[in-house]
């Protein structure tokens, strides 16, 4: 196999990749957002019928999610929030309060993957600067909060999100800019992930490295091995 050299840049995907979410399905993670978004509106005064949070945004993330379908500009929490405040009949002014009721609730749900996370700093303490790269509506302050809460923002030295820069990982741009932001070229960077569109065969595509890392235990623990070897410079399959 051919040697490889040590990259100069690592981005990293944020969610079920550094950050992991449990094993139960969307819906009951939007049920208990809602309830702790009624329970905070209440606290404020503010009365909504039982279940209409959860109703209200999966309508609202439904829109935003075709509008940028039909744009190509990712979507943002703000813009759901704002939809959902309209939607439930009370002023959009109460998105600030919805948004940090959210970034609180990932917060509790989410853990740390804790080797990759080893990982990650023994890049930073050998130079090798670590960004955080995920599609996602939170902004980056939002994701960077999050990573805080899980004990993990010593992994990374910045973090790009779709939201912010109204490209994606998918689309492949987002790659692009954060190359020139980071002023790497792209064979010089090796990127992870567990989507294998997004972070590994987009990647690819633009001359990055990629390494998937499968959100199965056994795959997760190959893959964890394989981004070792590529972060020392050697053959991934040595």
């Known amino acids: 196999a051919i040697r490889r050299r040590r990259p100069r840049l690592v981005c990293i995907d944020c969610f079920d990749t550094l950050l992991l979410r449990g ?10 957002l809602g309830a702790a978004a009624e329970t905070a509106l209440a606290a404020e005064g503010l009365e909504i019928p039982r ?9 609202a993330s439904h829109a935003v999610y075709r509008s940028a379908a039909r744009t190509g ?11 959902q405040c309209l939607a439930l009949g009370i002023d959009p002014v109460w998105a600030t309060l919805l948004e940090n009721v ?9 853990r740390p ?13 050998e130079g090798v600067p670590v960004v955080a790269v ?11 909060r999050l990573l805080e809460a899980a004990g ?3 992994c990374v030295d910045r973090v790009y999100a779709s939201s912010d820069h109204g490209t994606s990982k998918r689309q492949g741009d987002l790659f692009r800019l954060v190359l020139a932001a980071e002023g790497v070229p792209a064979g010089e960077c090796l990127h992870a992930g567990d989507c294998r569109v997004a972070d590994f065969e987009i990647p690819r595509s633009r001359g990055v490295a990629a390494v998937r890392i499968p959100r199965r235990l056994v795959g997760a623990v190959r893959a964890l091995r394989r981004l070792s070897r590529r972060f020392q410079g050697e053959p991934a399959h040595a």
């Open 152 to 154: 993990v923002a010593d």
């Open 23 to 32: 094993a139960d399905h969307e819906e009951d993670r939007i049920r208990r």
């Open 102 to 110: 959210e970034i609180e609730q990932e917060a509790r749900d989410l």
């Open 51 to 59: 279940g209409a949070f959860a109703a209200t945004r999966i309508a």
């Open 113 to 125: 993957n804790r080797p990759l996370a080893e990982l990650l700093r023994e890049c930073r303490r």
């Open 134 to 144: 995920s599609d996602m509506y939170l902004s980056g302050n939002a994701i960077a």
């Open 73 to 83: 500009i990712e979507g943002r929490l703000a813009q759901m929030l704002t939809l």
